[in-house]
């Protein structure tokens, strides 16, 4: 895992896969993880509170917090799966289910802003491949990742939220084990893991939003919808 580093703030309009090619010698197969945040200031999915005029239910959500943030939540929000105010746990219109419906005010660029998910995740990790494809003439996969909470585990992990040029997820449907039993039911997480390993050497405080992961085997290509559970095999739905 190589961290990227010496990029300076990103904001809207920014060419972000310029900003990491200057910054990098990437090779063909490497794998580019970058956090969502700068992807989205760079699409300008960045809401200034001062423009939000919190509902009642926003209101009541708040539990003493700023209920403009919490307007922000409910705007991006396709349905609140938990709330202990002011903890709101959504699902969003890409069908992730996280803490905030993604919103986050960490590593905003200003007081009094908060940074949105990306409108298109996986459409933003094929163009960034594209254009840095452009830039250096060499073939690597990206993911766009975020940090999630996880059910009965402390802590959180970074996980893809966005992929291009891999496939997101390893079946090993059918496959024999060393004793000889044929699985029926595993499927890795690729992508949430290359996103978690990048995470080792970006950290939340150190200013360094991208990462390239080198030597794994990119084979294929998918995105991160399909890491999404679908809702007839949602147990907890």
Same mark, same amino acid.
């Given at each position: 895992?190589?961290?990227? +580093?010496?990029?300076?703030?990103?904001?809207?309009?920014?060419?972000?896969?310029?900003? !990491?090619?200057?910054?990098?010698?990437?090779?063909?197969?490497?794998?580019?993880?970058?956090?969502? +945040?700068?992807?989205? +200031?760079?699409?300008?999915?960045?809401?200034? /509170?001062?423009?939000?005029?919190?509902?009642?239910?926003?209101?009541?959500? @708040?539990?003493? &917090?700023?209920?403009?943030?919490?307007?922000?939540?409910?705007?991006?929000?396709?349905?609140? #799966? $938990? =709330?202990?105010?002011? /903890?709101? !746990?959504?699902?969003?219109?890409?069908?992730? #289910?996280?803490?905030?419906?993604?919103?986050? @005010?960490?590593?905003?660029?200003? =007081?009094?802003?908060?940074?949105?998910?990306? &409108?298109?995740?996986?459409?933003?990790?094929?163009?960034? $491949?594209?254009? /840095?494809?452009?830039?250096?003439?060499?073939?690597?996969?990206?993911?766009?990742?975020?940090?999630?909470?996880?059910?009965?585990?402390?802590?959180?992990?970074?996980?893809?939220?966005?992929?291009?040029?891999?496939?997101?997820l390893l079946d090993l449907h059918g496959k024999r084990d060393a004793a000889g039993y044929e699985? $029926?039911?595993?499927?890795?997480?690729? @992508?949430?893991?290359? =996103?978690?390993?990048? &995470?080792?050497?970006?950290? +939340?405080?150190?200013? !360094?939003?991208?990462?390239?992961?080198?030597?794994?085997?990119?084979?294929?290509?998918?995105?991160?919808?399909?890491?999404?559970?679908?809702? &007839?095999?949602? /147990?907890?739905?």
């Amino acid at each position: 895992m190589i961290p990227v +580093k010496g990029l300076p703030g990103v904001r809207e309009g920014d060419d972000l896969a310029a900003l !990491i090619a200057g910054r990098t010698e990437l090779e063909d197969g490497d794998v580019v993880v970058v956090a969502h +945040k700068v992807v989205s +200031k760079a699409e300008g999915r960045v809401a200034r /509170l001062d423009d939000v005029e919190p509902s009642p239910r926003a209101r009541d959500l @708040a539990g003493g &917090e700023d209920p403009r943030r919490l307007e922000v939540i409910l705007g991006e929000s396709a349905r609140l #799966v $938990r =709330a202990r105010p002011p /903890l709101v !746990i959504a699902e969003t219109r890409h069908g992730f #289910v996280c803490a905030s419906a993604g919103v986050d @005010a960490s590593n905003a660029p200003e =007081a009094g802003t908060v940074v949105l998910l990306p &409108e298109d995740p996986d459409g933003s990790a094929v163009r960034l $491949r594209e254009r /840095l494809r452009e830039l250096t003439g060499c073939e690597v996969a990206v993911i766009v990742s975020d940090s999630f909470g996880r059910p009965w585990r402390q802590g959180t992990t970074d996980v893809a939220i966005g992929c291009a040029g891999l496939e997101p997820l390893l079946d090993l449907h059918g496959k024999r084990d060393a004793a000889g039993y044929e699985l $029926r039911a595993t499927a890795i997480a690729v @992508a949430d893991e290359l =996103a978690g390993a990048a &995470e080792l050497v970006r950290g +939340k405080l150190d200013g !360094i939003p991208v990462a390239v992961v080198r030597g794994f085997a990119t084979q294929g290509d998918g995105n991160a919808h399909e890491l999404v559970m679908p809702a &007839e095999r949602d /147990l907890f739905r």
